[in-house]
């Protein structure tokens, strides 16, 4: 039996209630906003396989792109061991499609799926999955670690018309011109995913300046936290600030992981 981890396909089915893009799927012809292009969307994935397939080798685990599939209109994304004992990544091209998506927000997306990979701890909990990271985790790794990464060797567009609570937040974080770009870079990439999952799920937008006040006593280890503490965590890695309260309670010993 497959497992996988699907970014999109939970939310998917709640696709039609709220966004006008049909039930399941965007079709390689439909334009509803995404600037994401055929050529992009492959040139990205190959770029993540680039940036983590001898890391992932040093640490044990053959990196493979299994899927990358521009034409299938259903919106997904996945990580997978696959029965070879390969960890592979997955990408349907109805994702790259949806109306808030760009290539940083693509970019975000591929970088989740290699944080289920590589991202660490905390770690699902349930047994066949508990050799993948959470997806809080994989979130923070994404922001913090894999798309400072990407914009460092292969550069990320520049953000436009940037909320201005983020441009406050990263120029007062960094001095370094370099790091508050990728800083906002990050941020707005961020935004931009987490419309698509409110759109997909059908709850309001999340934003920047109104954090979630959750405080959870347990890490959410085996489902995905809410729009807004994805949110929150996307721009806490920008930020290069600890996990967010809303999914990860440090005082879990178990499965604590220094913060970086």
């Not at 660490?120 to 508990?130: D, E, F, H, T």
């Not at 936290?225 to 996990?243: M, N, Y």
Request: charged letters at 20%.
């Amino acid at each position: 039996m497959k497992y996988i981890f699907l970014i999109f396909l939970h939310l998917s089915l709640l696709a039609g209630t709220k966004a006008n893009i049909g039930y399941w799927q965007v079709l390689p012809d439909e334009n509803l906003g995404s600037t994401v292009s055929q050529d992009s969307f492959n040139q990205i994935i190959k770029n993540i396989f680039a940036l983590y397939q001898l890391e992932s080798a040093q640490k044990g685990r053959v990196l493979v792109v299994k899927t990358s599939d521009w034409n299938t209109s259903y919106f997904s994304a996945w990580a997978n061991r696959e029965t070879d004992g390969s960890f592979s990544i997955n990408f349907w091209g109805g994702l790259a499609r949806l109306p808030f998506m760009n290539d940083a927000a693509f970019t975000l997306t591929a970088c989740h799926e290699i944080g289920h990979i590589l991202g660490g701890k905390p770690m699902v909990k349930i047994p066949s999955l508990s050799h993948m990271s959470s997806e809080g985790q994989s979130d923070y790794f994404a922001s913090t670690e894999c798309m400072k990464k990407y914009d460092l060797k292969f550069g990320i567009e520049e953000a436009q018309n940037v909320d201005p609570f983020i441009t406050s937040l990263c120029y007062d974080k960094f001095s370094d011109e370099k790091e508050f770009e990728t800083c906002l870079k990050i941020a707005a990439a961020g935004i931009s995913l987490s419309r698509n999952l409110s759109l997909l799920s059908g709850v309001d937008e999340a934003h920047a300046d109104t954090p979630s006040h959750d405080i959870v006593k347990a890490t959410i280890f085996d489902s995905y936290p809410s729009v807004q503490c994805r949110l929150d965590t996307f721009i806490a890695g920008a930020l290069s600030e600890k996990r967010p309260a809303c999914w990860y309670a440090p005082t879990d010993a178990e499965h604590i992981d220094k913060a970086r």
